[in-house]
Every structure is written in C-alpha cells, then in structure tokens.
C-alpha cells in the first residue's frame, strides 16, 4: 500500500502532483461532499442519537449559522471594536450577553469563546500560571480532556491535582478530597465532567476552598442547559467565580462557547474578558454568537420543561435498562440526575464493541471509561444521553420502547438490520423540533440553497 492510500485518511497523505484539477474534478468533489453530507443526516433521521454530548439546533438559531454575521469580524466588546461595520453586531452582542446573564442570573457573560475547550483556556489564561496547582477530577473518574497534560492544563502548564472518587456515588470523596486539598493547597479547583451523573459537592467543599484560598471555577459543558432550567446544581449560588461551558450539549444552542460569573471582583471580570480575547481568540464567530441569542431566548420561553423532559427521560432510560438486566451504574440513587447514564457492558462484549453492534443497528452512543476499568483501551462501558431524543418530543415511553431494542440486540440475539429497523419505525414519529419556535420543523433537514450540484 502506498503511503497515500495507507495514510491519505488521516490528512497526512504524499504531496499532490499539482494544484491543478481535471475538467469537473472539484465539481464533482463539492457534489459528493454535499451528497455524504446530506446521507448523514438521513442516517441521523432514521437513527436513535444518543450521544450525551449531541443536540439539534432550532430553525431560527440554523438561519443564523448561514446569515452574512459569518463573513464578519468583530474583535473586542459591543461599542469598543476593532472593526468598523459592526453596528448591529454590537446590537445583538448586547442581547445575547443580558440573556445570558438573564438566564443564569449573574452579572458577568462573555460570549466570545468559540468552544467549550476555548472557554476553559480563557479561565487557565485568566485565573492561572504556568507551574500553579489546580484541581480537577482524573479522566477515568469522568473529566474533560481540557484537565489532561496533554489537553488544556498542560498547554497552560498548569499541574493537575486530582480529588478523590467514591465509584460506589459517582461523584467526589469529600472527606479524603478534603485532606488532598489542605495537604496540596491548590490555587484554583476545576469542577466538572464529561460523564456527569450527579451534582459535584462545591457547597460541602467550600469551607476547604475558603480555607486554603482556592478559587472554584465551574466546567458547565455538559449540564448547561439543565442548570439555566433549574435541574442541576447552581454553581454560581455555590461559590463558583467563574463557569465556562460549551452552549450545544444540554443547552440546543450552536457549537460555541461561555464564560459566566456573578458577583465578581472587577479584576477578575477583566482577566476572564481578557482571557477570552484577545487570550484564545481573535473573531468569535459571529454567526454562532447570534444563534446563541436565538437558543438562550428560546431557553428562557421553553428550557424549564426541556430540561425537566431531559433528565425525567435519562432516569426512564436506565430504569428500563436496568429492568432488561442491563448493569446501570447507580441504581441505588436513581441512576442520574442529569442528561446522562453510564451502563457497564462488559457481559455483552465490551464498551467498543457494543457502541459499535449499537451503531450497525442504528443506536449512536460512545464507549466510555467507567471507574474500576483495567485498561483506558478497553473501556468496560458506554454513556448514553437524552438531550437529543427529547429535542424531538420522545418521553418516557419512548425510553422504555429503546431499552427493548437494546435488550432484543444484545440479549435476545436479533440481528443489528432487524433491531435498525424497528429503531427507523420508532424515530419516524419523531423527526421534528420541539423545545423552541417553530417547533413542528424538520429536525434533520438539509437546507440546499443552490438547488443543484455544480457542474
Ligand atoms: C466537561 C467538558 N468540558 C469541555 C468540553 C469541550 O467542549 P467543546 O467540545 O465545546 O470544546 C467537553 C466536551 O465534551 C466536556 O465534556
């Protein structure tokens, strides 16, 4: 195999010969992309999304994606740009930051970040140095990849400190975190997961930050959506000076990102402000940042029952698993109290495995580490999350109905093209938004502007 078919895959194939294209090459390129792009989200319309991590934007946050904001620049804060031209940019920043602070009732909202990872950088820039301690959860444990040596923390250099786990609650071992923290001191604490099951303790830890002088800064990636809908913890009221988070996982807005404070010292507001930008980024993408207008106004008419439907689905789904013999991590506390449940699948063949027989018969899930896994290349589990299935109005029933087609897959032997199948029929009444204006649209459309293929 040459080099670039063994490795053309991966963007890192033989040089071309040169930039010139045959008649109709790149046209018929722009077709097949439009085409792949277009199967996928006929795949996704057919399939059962679980992905915690995944939602679907609404019709009016989309239209802004494609508006002319794209083309734009805008660095700096409305009505101090480096720009010209930014007028009704400047007009729709200031909306989109009073519903932020409107939303999370605070005082302070940046919405420059144009990730979650982005966000977590701009509090590193802002709240520490290279060589200080900071506080986080271990991966296996549940966290991001932004507190890994190789993510984040170590392009900030900052060293990570880890807490203690108590597997048995899938959450903090306050007492011996305790002892972790007076021992290590760290400057700042990083609280906040990627498997995020149930509020972290801050309120009981809080005496220790207050004691040892420790900052506590809040990583809402996952959960941001049920906390403007009053469904998780509220880190702001618990302590928290800061809380970054990206605004497309429980929150439906676009894939951007938010740093969010209240009450803070203007200090701290200027080092976060000045961490985002010019810190880690110069254009915030302006498209994105007024479809997050959309979704944060939309967030204030409908979130409260989103987020309600969303985690009532999440403890349905692990019930009905659990009462299929699945092993749902947490059964004694109810499963979750978020979007999310971690199922330990290693009597039906593994994490990798398994999300795989699940993709081939049209469930999308991830594999995932659980606590007590022997390897991190053998994950023993999967995650699976409501945020997208309730988008389009499925409830609780409707969990019960997936839990049989997990069941009929991995128990019961059914093939992954039945299980598909039966997986396409239950989805086909559920292709449309839900959660936001013009609900009743298409949830998986394809918006073709041109018509036609370029020819
Ligand atoms: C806890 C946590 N923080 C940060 C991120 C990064 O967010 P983004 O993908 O928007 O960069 C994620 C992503 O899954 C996450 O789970």
């Known amino acids: 195999m040459g080099a670039e078919s063994s490795s053309g895959n991966r963007g890192v194939g033989e040089p071309p010969a040169g930039v010139g294209a045959a008649p109709g090459e790149m046209a018929q390129t722009v077709g097949r992309v439009r085409e792949l792009v277009r199967a996928h989200s006929a795949r996704f319309e057919r399939a059962i999304p679980l992905i915690a991590s995944e939602n679907l934007l609404s019709p009016y946050a989309k239209e802004l994606l494609i508006s002319d904001f794209h083309s734009r620049y805008a660095e700096g804060l409305p009505g101090e740009r480096y720009y010209e031209g930014n007028e009704q940019v400047d007009e729709v920043e200031t909306l989109c930051l009073a519903l932020a602070r409107r939303v999370f009732r605070c005082s302070f909202a940046d919405v420059r970040p144009t990730s979650g990872t982005v966000a977590n950088l701009a509090v590193l820039k802002a709240l520490a140095e290279p060589g ?40 903090i071992d306050v007492a011996r975190t305790r002892e972790i923290l007076k021992a290590v001191r760290p400057k700042l604490c990083l609280f906040g997961l990627s498997l995020f099951l149930f509020p972290l303790p801050i309120d009981e830890l809080r005496p220790t930050l207050e004691e040892i002088g420790a900052k506590a800064w809040f990583d809402a990636a996952h959960v941001l959506g049920l906390i403007a809908g009053g469904e998780f913890q509220d880190p702001l009221r618990e302590g928290c000076v800061v809380m970054s988070a990206s605004t497309h996982k429980t929150h439906p807005g676009p894939q951007h990102g938010i740093l969010l404070g209240d009450g803070g010292d203007p ?28 979704s944060l106004a939309e967030q204030v008419e409908f979130g409260h029952d989103y987020a309600h439907q969303t985690v009532a689905n999440a403890r349905a789904l692990a019930q009905a698993l659990h009462d299929k013999g699945f092993d749902v991590l947490a059964p004694e506390l109810g499963f979750t109290r978020s979007h999310t449940i971690a199922v330990r699948v290693e009597k039906e063949g593994g994490g990798e495995p398994v999300a795989k027989r699940l993709a081939d018969a049209g469930i999308i899930s991830n594999k995932n580490l659980l606590p007590g896994d022997r390897s991190p290349k053998h994950p023993g589990g999967v995650r699976l999350g409501t945020p997208e299935v309730t988008r389009v109005g499925m409830r609780e029933a409707e969990m019960g ?50 018509g036609r293929d370029p020819s």
């Open 132 to 171: 200080d301690l900071v506080g986080t959860s271990r991966l296996a444990d549940g966290a991001h990849i932004s507190s890994a040596a190789f993510g984040a923390f170590g392009l900030r250099g900052v060293k990570p400190v880890y807490y203690a786990w108590d597997p048995a609650r899938m959450t």
């Open 267 to 294: 200090e701290t507001v200027k080092r976060l402000q000045s961490g985002a930008f010019p810190g880690v980024t110069s254009n915030h993408h302006l498209n994105a940042m007024a479809a997050l207008a959309v």
């Open 401 to 450: 109905r997936i839990a049989e087609l997990f069941d009929d897959l991995l128990h019961r032997g059914r093939s992954p093209a039945e299980v598909a199948a039966a997986a396409a029929e239950l989805k086909s009444g559920f292709t449309t938004l839900r959660y936001c204006f013009a609900a009743g649209e298409a949830a998986y459309r394809y918006y073709d502007l041109v």
